[in-house]
């Protein structure tokens, strides 16, 4: 940003700056009077388009070296920073391999990887008969450990991709990279950028488009299959987590999407690998027919479901969706749509996954940015070959996710193609090519104009159930499932009881769902709902005996004592007129106030739509 022209008001102090950044040049108005630093930090992150700033690290300095950062200032109102006489000169720069680089330091990874970095992470080898002829206490070539990354040991055990550690070791041992508490340490991780660099480094010319030269202009990219992978197995706790989430399409013969919520563990099958354990499934709003499913975004409930879900010490590790029909045969086989012959995932299911990629990245001191790559795994519930169902699991590569970022790519009606797209005065769009074998078995270099293959961008991740399932969540009855309206029993007090009624509260409470279900209800205070969620992690029965003796949970336990266990029928939830049981108290016809919460009710009720109450009592 360059200069500031100030506009005084009789209430607010109008600051006009100009934002100098990679993609260009724009305008923001700010009130000095108010706005501090984060303030104006926020609202350049939407003036330049970043939509996920979380993810995408960006720096405001008085000048376009970033010497003199501007989030260094304390957290006070421009004005009374000095800012106003002076003129303000800031350039955010987004992250970029051209960007200042981050010192490793400061960087704070995942526990797990500090974990994984401390294993020695060799592949041991016994001593082989008949090549070593030394003793018990000795070692030669034939028995020596072999590096997490060994190319021959990967493809005996039919590894398509070593770990991220292995691949991380590797690139550390050909660089001979110091290490990170050196001054000579450099980042091995390089971070991906089609974007035209601006200003160009040469400042020989005009800016993109009036001008372009081979030290700002982004190299032309050459496509191949990537050697690793960010996780490398995922793991359902059970059977029974994928039945309930394909009970939907059963029920309805539209298709579903779910959030995969678990925890991220070393793998032991593959050397420093990464295992993802999903413990439950939360089921965003979504609009759904036979063939396409709509995400309601932004979910309203996604800040707190994943405030539960990190109480309980879980995190978003993947997305499910089912993509199933049936073959008509009548014995439950479906069509086997995903095959070599069609696609395993199409170009806009790339897109999808790479921006879900994009947001959730992983913390790497050994990359300039101090991210690299995500976790994040896609998974797609359809038909296998037999007509069975089954799960296919599949990350897109680094590259995928930076053309997708930078708006090189895009999908296409087929499926199993991806589209470059073509430049303009606006973005500049580098060459792709893609090799491949043709019919003589010649390994050639093809230019994707304007398609090429969407395999060039899969990185498949192998899946699997434990062999003895110890779940996290042990209830077995199961809540009513969160936006399944009119097809799912109603989640209600009365669900909730009927859940307690002659449960173990430890087989009862231990259900994601009925926790999500706690917690929107807004009965159970902080501190309360810590300490369920503490219980449900731990099974201290202390914890529980603590619980039982807060106001809140004895003021929950007294409104589900006083809830009917009979509830609306799913029809009755989308306006449908069914009657109750037998015994059940005929509807009015007319609003009812509730004598418990008084809130009018409509018509047709017995149940309190605010508390739950019978309208009876």
Known sequence: ???????????????????????????????????????????????????????QPFVLA?????????????GLPLASLGLLPLGLSCCPSAPSATATPLSPLLVKQDPLD???????????????????????????EYCLPLQPYDAAFLDENKIKHMSFHAYLRLLTQQNKTAPVSS??????????????KAPCPSKAHAPFPQGICT????????????????????????????????????????????????????????????????????????HATHDSIQLDLPDPAEASVDAMAAALGLVRVGIVYTDLTDDGSGTGTVVCKRHADSYFLSSAECLFASEFQSRYPVASKYSPTGTFGSRFVTCVISGNNDGGIDIFSYQVSETCVAMARDSVIEATTDPSLVRVCESTDKQYVPEVFYKYKNEYNIMVKNAAKPTFPVEYLLVTVSHGFPSSPSPFFKNSRGFPVENRMGIDKPRDMAA?????????????????????????????DSDDLRLLT????????????????????QTLMMILQETSTTSATPGGMDGGSGSGSGGAPARSAAPVACRHCTYVNGPGIDTCEMCGLPLDQ
């Open 215 to 286: 030290k700002c202009q982004p190299s032309a990219i050459t496509l191949q299959s990537q050697s690793f992978r960010m996780v490398d197995h995922i793991e359902f706790e059970s059977p029974a987590i994928i039945d309930a989430f394909i009970q939907f399409w059963r029920a309805t013969g539209s298709q579903r999407a779910g959030i995969l919520y678990g925890r991220y563990v070393p793998y032991s099958e593959v050397p420093l690998g990464v295992k993802a354990v999903v413990s439950a499934i939360y089921e965003p709003p979504q």
């Open 1 to 55: 940003m360059e200069h500031c022209e100030p506009k005084l008001h009789t209430r607010r102090l109008d600051m006009l700056l100009r934002i100098r950044s990679p993609t260009g040049q724009t305008r923001v108005t700010v009130d000095a009077a108010s706005t501090d630093a984060a303030g104006l930090k926020a609202q350049v992150a939407r003036a330049i388009g970043l939509h996920h700033p979380d993810s």
């Open 183 to 196: 001054p000579a340490f450099v980042h091995p991780l390089d971070v991906l950028d089609f974007k035209v």
């Open 496 to 524: 909730l009881k009927n859940l307690l009624n002659g449960a173990q509260p430890m087989d009862a409470l231990s259900d994601f769902h009925a926790l999500l279900f706690i917690s929107e209800a807004g009965i159970l």
């Open 114 to 140: 500090n974990h994984l970095e401390k294993l020695d992470g060799t592949i041991k080898r016994g001593r082989d008969a008949r090549f070593c002829k030394h003793g018990s206490a000795g070692m030669c």
């Open 534 to 553: 503490e219980y449900v992690k731990t099974g201290s029965e202390a914890h529980f005996a603590e619980l039982s003796q807060r106001g809140s949970w």
């Open 62 to 74: 008085r000048d376009p070296a970033g010497a003199s950062p501007l989030s260094a200032l304390p």
